[in-house]
């Protein structure tokens, strides 16, 4: 985890706690699996060029059971809402993560 992510959650405790369980209350409230929602938030990453969630997506992704062609598709998906280059700094991002 980032040094940045771990100095803000020792700073403000209460504040990431509430993130957290915000985040999960989001992920457990509708029908999607897993590995669908961190497909969907890879997409997303990608859209608001966003590295770190990039990664920290596709890493969730793959616990989830994702491989790297669904992967590579959510990424895709992001190109007609943000644009192919951003599209193609999803896809750098993913293959210094997947190494492939």
Known sequence: ????LEDFKKQFPKTWTAYAQLRSACDKEGPLDAKTAELIKIGISTALQHEGGVVAHISQA????ANNAEIY????????????????????????????
């Open 62 to 65: 793959r616990k989830a059971g």
């Open 73 to 100: 598709h959510a990424i895709l998906l992001a190109t007609g809402l943000a644009g192919f280059p951003v599209v193609l700094s999803g896809v750098a991002t993913a293959k210094k993560y997947l190494g492939a």
């Open 1 to 4: 985890m980032p040094k940045t």
